[in-house]
Every structure is written in structure tokens, then in C-alpha cells.
């Protein structure tokens, strides 16, 4: 279990660094007003994905039982 929880937690961790990159990338008008509009897409696909991944990554860990 101990092991199952280190690995969901980097997981986890990895998701919500991906959420705050595509974040940031939408929250800068400069690269907004830029990018072509299926990049955009794309990066709001990638927010998207990486909410739904801490949604159920996080749903795992507390089915877990704590070690």
C-alpha cells in the first residue's frame, strides 16, 4: 500500500504541474493573442486532462487505507 500511495502521489504531483503550466500558458494574453487558435485548443485539452487525472488520481488515494 505504501508504495501504491508514493506512486499515486507522484502522479498527482505530475498532473497538477501540468495544470498550472497550461494555466499559465492561457492566463498570458501575450501568447494568447499569438498562438494559433488550434494550439490553444490544444493546451485547454491538456487543462481539461489534467483535471480530470487530479480528479481521479486524488479519488484513489483516499480510497486507499493509510498504511
Not at 499515486?8 to 501575450?30: I, R, V, Y
Not at 485539452?45 to 479519488?59: C, F, G, Q, V
Amino acid at each position: 500500500m505504501a508504495a501504491e500511495r508514493k506512486r499515486l502521489a507522484k502522479d498527482l504531483a505530475a498532473a497538477e504541474k501540468e495544470k498550472a503550466q497550461a494555466q499559465g500558458k492561457l492566463g498570458n494574453e501575450a501568447f494568447l493573442a499569438k498562438a494559433p487558435d488550434k494550439v490553444v485548443d490544444g493546451i485547454r485539452a491538456r487543462l481539461a486532462k489534467a483535471d480530470e487525472d487530479i480528479a481521479r488520481i486524488s479519488t484513489q488515494l483516499d480510497r486507499l487505507p493509510q498504511a
